[in-house]
T-cell receptor, first 110, second 114 residues
Framework: GQSLEQPSEVTAVEGAIVQINCTYQ??????LSWYQQHDGGAPTFLSY????GLEETGRFSSFLSRSDSYGYLLLQELQMKDSASYFC???????????FGKGTTLSVSS | EPEVTQTPSHQVTQMGQEVILRCVPI?????FYWYRQILGQKVEFLVS????????KSEIFDDQFSVERPDGSNFTLKIRSTKLEDSAMYFC????????????FGPGTRLTVT
């Protein structure tokens, strides 16, 4: 089967740094993506890792280790608006479905 | 900025009825997808569509489901005989090419089956 594991909830305060981990076990691997979802709205793309290493996009960074089947999303300088659900997702093959994890609910408090 | 649109935003139907959910993908995108999300759960893949045919489907996408691209802009998901467990948010997504890693999601249609 295909599975992605991530923590169900994370809490943090404004200005802090938080890391959301994701481990995966899938039939193939064409990259790890991260999506943000506010209140059941449209998932929006945050970051993608196709190769090992760190990708940085503003306050958000994502890391991948293919040998460990592991990745994480790092959110810096947290803001209240970052309170949302964060999903890691794997594409087993190019041009096909995204397999999502169950999501991590991030709550940012002041 | 181009975006994926979906209609209706909310659909209420009785068990056993047929529903059609509509999506307009981003105009220059070639790959189209349907996902669903039962309340409080993860997003689940249903089907992908390319070059006017299904390229991949999940176990959820059984004979009750069908997809169609009736014209150059719309992409539809039909559920022939709805069941209570079909109640979910249905998201349409599109991507530019086979190598594109970003999928753009629409705002979703909340389907409620009573």
């Amino acid at each position: 089967g295909q599975s992605l594991e991530q923590p169900s909830e994370v809490t943090a305060v404004e200005g802090a740094i938080v890391q959301i981990n994701c481990t995966y076990q899938t039939s193939g691997f064409y990259g790890l993506s991260w999506y943000q979802q506010h209140d059941g709205g449209a998932p929006t793309f945050l970051s993608y890792n196709g190769l090992d290493g760190l990708e940085e996009t503003g306050r958000f960074s994502s890391f991948l280790s293919r040998s460990d089947s592991y990745g994480y999303l790092l959110l810096q300088e947290l803001q209240m608006k970052d309170s949302a659900s964060y999903f890691c997702a794997v594409r087993p093959q190019a041009g096909t479905a995204l397999i999502f994890g169950k999501g991590t609910t991030l709550s940012v408090s002041s | 900025e181009p975006e994926v649109t979906q209609t209706p935003s909310h659909q209420v139907t009785q068990m056993g009825q047929e529903v059609i959910l509509r999506c307009v993908p981003i105009s220059n995108h070639l790959y189209f997808y349907w996902y669903r999300q039962i309340l409080g759960q993860k997003v689940e893949f249903l089907v992908s569509f390319y070059n006017n045919e299904i390229s991949e489907k999940s176990e959820i996408f059984d004979d009750q489901f069908s997809v169609e691209r009736p014209d150059g802009s719309n992409f539809t998901l039909k559920i022939r005989s709805t069941k209570l467990e079909d109640s979910a948010m249905y998201f349409c997504a599109s991507s530019e090419s086979i190598g594109a890693y970003e999928q753009y999601f629409g705002p979703g249609t909340r389907l409620t089956v009573t």
